[in-house]
């Protein structure tokens, strides 16, 4: 592409992806630039069935949606009278896509088109990128294509058969299956460990010569596996003389980490911040738009020379020269893109930015790693002090550490996944070797082995990207899509009291004691549902290929391969998808229908079998058979509750509910358990049971109690009521509205919801604008539709519930259709 006279032009359309961006960047530009947005996506594959015409090299079938249609209209206007347009979308391939569907869906042509990138939103990165325009790179197109034509694929040909064969609804996704499958091996390993007690011994140690008694701790390098070990051990230390074994002192150091990438900044906002994934990367692109921060999607760890630089001179003026230490990482993931940078602070000189409390906090987080990482090793002496017991083999260990200079550790010290145990780095007493020591106390407590932690969103993404399965751009969505199926859920879980012993001398007496703790306690954490086991275990028995974690790593590696040009789109889709039909093809021919049925043991009052399996509202317990004259009974699981961990002790106290708890009003009150979690019913009227409350244990007192609050509540909601009309002016979660026979109807603003008169409620509701049909109507006339479907397709047999289809390529909606394989 030719370069632009400045000096002769007067019209120029910039196009970006959001509003905020678009501010940004016209701030920076010229009375000549027009910065407009294309509000995301302008283009996808239509939702009309398949919309991939398989039999012709896998040729999609993209449509403008309805949302887009006036954004793309509007642009095509601006086009229209500008003289060069400039696509200024994301740098990555994601980002091109969008280039190329705006290219092609205003009807542009190359001689007035520019396409410029940039990784800051700053005057001098935007002036860069103007000065260097470059073409579409339609290799990272074919990559974004190739992923989203693969993964309308699989989801399109994976979810008719779990309809059929597990339960109706349900969906299926290439990468996120396989992270549902790390979840639930997950939770196996853990059912599946088997928890072990020993006893921990630490003493309390006085030098004889230090006047001042002062004490230092140490651990025996020895742990006991039994109470009489122990028991034993301490026994033999009442009489024994401690002396100083030996004194280890050592000079250590600690290097800072690297700067931030996609994944680590996930991870430690997690950790330090308590934010999901999906709120990190809403902010972090905040910080984006608004010039504060490089471009957030990034697996690279570089930083630029003009950040070194900048970085040496932050923090000499802050911290002195002799904190500084240039480092350039190197990132070890394969794929990266080391043109790119890491996430960095656009100014190394601004230490605070962001609108809100929640962009400054991660700003700060961003610029602290970015600085620390540039500056000297924190310099540590670590002292080892060895003190003798009664059996040879064993020893006491004290641990210390001493900062002699504390570097990066002046800014910053990164998170920690793991489980934090007790610090054992403490100040030492100046000892020598054969110095004798009193002991002030000995203990030995029961401790109890750990299972794998269950993952939290953050943990999941460093495991994702440790297996090579996904990107920076895939890694949030992934996870905020199997929560929103339902095949996981991110919760709290309250733990349970555990029982443990500790043996204490001291002054020559050893006592017993039996003390209490909570264990099991879970915050944020990511649990598989039942649904999403069964899903699991169904795709791992028939798609095993599909679900296998080297095979998703190999199918991101080829993605990589397309962006590089080293590989055609159309054959790696070819090699995935004719095996895959395949086996789609014998799955529904062949494979039985699964619920996860097991059979727990027999009902002893009925001598009839109980079982727990997913049935129509999810996860159940069903005491008898289906082929009995007599009817089945069943009961909702709890939502803690698994069919796979389940007892048959704790299914048929299931049975228990619903239950009578008393009366209140002359009416019976009752307890019991339901879709929504577990309840009381008065009246013909539901009261939800308050979350950690045991529905087993809520008598009369409280119940009657709920049922008050429960109607106090809705008093207060009430602003205004018809009875005679049907109508009700309520206060609701987002201000009041007005319900009148089970519709709810908008008050317009500047109106009073106090003041409103039934002669006024009645012309809101007259002039109320006609409702659209909800999400859920959509789907519903959406699944009436038989599905279109290619040539190929059409000669298959049809999904569980669908007609044979029309095929794809009926007529397009877009504006224009060129070959995304065209060459630059």
């Known amino acids: 592409m030719s370069r632009v006279n400045f000096s002769e032009m007067a019209k120029n359309l910039v196009i970006v992806e959001s509003p905020a961006k678009a501010k940004t960047i016209e701030g920076y530009l010229g009375k000549d630039f027009l910065v407009k947005s294309s509000y995301g996506h302008v283009r996808d594959l239509s939702e009309k069935g398949l919309s991939i015409n398989i039999d012709n090299d896998f040729e999609p079938v993209y449509e403008v949606p309805e949302d887009k249609k006036k954004v793309i209209s509007e642009l095509k206007k601006l086009a229209k009278d500008a003289e060069v347009v400039w696509l200024a979308s994301d740098e990555d391939r994601e980002g091109e896509a969008i280039a190329w569907h705006l290219y092609q869906s205003l009807g542009l042509d190359e001689e007035h088109t520019r396409r410029i990138v940039f990784n800051e939103i700053t005057k001098n990165a935007i002036g860069k990128a103007i000065e260097k325009p470059r073409g579409i790179d339609y290799n990272l197109v074919n990559a974004q294509q190739a992923r989203r034509i693969l993964d309308r694929l699989v989801g399109y040909e994976l979810s008719p058969v779990l309809w059929k064969k597990v339960k109706p609804s349900l969906s299926a996704g290439r990468v996120q299956s396989v992270a549902v499958r790390l979840i639930v091996e997950r939770e196996r390993e853990r059912n599946n460990f088997k928890v072990t007690s020993f006893y921990k011994v630490t003493g309390g140690f006085i030098p004889v010569k230090d006047a001042q008694k002062k004490s230092f701790r140490a651990e025996l390098n020895h742990r006991f596996e039994d109470a009489e070990s122990a028991e034993k051990f301490l026994k033999g230390c009442v009489d024994h003389t401690f002396t100083v074994n030996n004194v280890e002192t050592k000079p250590g150091s600690k290097t800072p980490s690297a700067p931030f990438t996609t994944s680590t900044l996930q991870q430690e906002a997690s950790r330090k911040l308590g934010y999901s994934v999906a709120r990190t990367m809403q902010v972090a692109q905040k910080l984006y738009e608004s010039g504060k921060i490089t471009y957030m999607r990034t697996d690279s760890v570089n930083l630029s020379e003009f950040a070194l630089d900048a970085a040496a001179k932050t923090i000499g003026n802050m911290y002195g ?454 999400r859920g109507s959509a789907r519903k006339a959406a699944s009436a539709k038989p599905a279109a479907k290619t040539a190929k397709a059409k000669t298959r047999k049809p999904a569980a519930g669908k007609t044979a289809a029309k095929k794809t390529t009926a007529k397009k909606t877009t504006a224009k259709k060129t070959p995304v394989s065209k060459k630059k």
């Not at 097991?598 to 069903?622: C, E, F, H, W």
């Not at 239950?659 to 209140?664: I, N, Q």
Request: proline residues 5%; charged residues 30%; contains cysteine.
């Open 321 to 774: 020269d002799n904190y500084h230490q240039r480092r350039q990482y190197t990132t070890k993931s394969k794929g990266a893109q080391e043109a790119h940078e890491c996430i960095r602070p656009t100014d190394m000189n601004v230490q605070s930015a962001g609108a809100d409390n929640s962009e400054q906090r991660l700003y700060e987080l961003i610029w602290k790693r970015t600085v620390a990482s540039q500056m000297s090793d924190a310099r540590l002496e670590k002292t080892n002090i060895y003190v003798s017991s009664p059996q040879t083999p064993y020893q006491f260990v004290a641990r210390g550490e001493v900062i002699k200079f504390e570097g990066f550790l002046k800014v910053y010290m990164e998170g920690t996944d793991e489980e934090e145990e007790e610090k054992d780095e403490q100040t030492l007493p100046d000892v020598r070797q054969g110095d004798g020591l009193n002991y002030n106390d000995l203990s030995a407590t029961q401790r109890f082995t750990i299972p794998p932690s269950r993952y939290t969103e953050a943990s999941l993404v460093k495991k994702l990207e440790e297996l090579g399965i996904g990107r920076p751009s895939t890694y949030a969505p992934t996870i905020s899509t199997i929560q929103k199926r339902g095949y996981v859920v991110k919760e709290e879980r309250e733990g349970t009291p555990r029982s443990y012993t500790v043996y204490t001398l001291k002054s020559g007496d050893l006592k017993k004691e039996t003390k209490e703790e909570i264990t099991g306690a879970e915050k944020n954490k990511l649990f598989p549902t039942d649904i999403g086991a069964l899903v699991t275990d169904f795709l791992v028995e028939h798609f095993g290929r599909i679900l296998d974690y080297n095979f998703t790593a190999s199918v991101e590696k080829e993605f990589d391969e397309i962006a590089a040009g080293d590989l055609k789109w159309e054959k790696m889709i070819r090699r995935f998808y004719d095996p895959f039909h395949e086996n789609v093809t014998t799955t529904e021919k062949e494979s039985k229908k699964v619920t996860g049925k097991r059979l727990l043991g027999t009902d002893p009052q009925s001598g009839k079998n109980v079982y727990v399996l997913i049935g129509r509202y999810g996860p159940m317990a069903q005491i008898g058979e289906i082929e009995d004259e007599e009817k089945p009974k069943f009961a909702s699981l709890r939502k803690t509750q698994s069919i796979e961990s389940i007892t048959l002790e704790e299914a048929l106290d299931l049975f228990k509910l619903p239950r009578a708890v008393g009366m209140f009003e002359d009416k019976e009150i009752s307890v019991g358990i339901g879709r929504f979690g577990p309840y009381i019913k008065h009246d013909n009227k539901f009261v939800s049971i308050p979350r950690g409350e045991d529905p087993m244990e809520v008598e009369e007192a409280r119940a009657i109690e709920l049922i008050h609050a429960k109607r106090e509540a809705e008093s207060n909601r009430i602003i205004r009521d018809y009875p005679e009309q049907g109508i009700q002016v309520l206060r609701g979660r987002f201000g009041p509205y007005i319900c009148k026979d089970k519709e709810n109807y908008r008050i317009p603003k500047g109106q009073a919801a106090e003041s409103l008169t039934l002669e006024e409620i009645l012309t809101i509701i007259e002039n109320a604008p006609e409702k659209k049909p909800g």
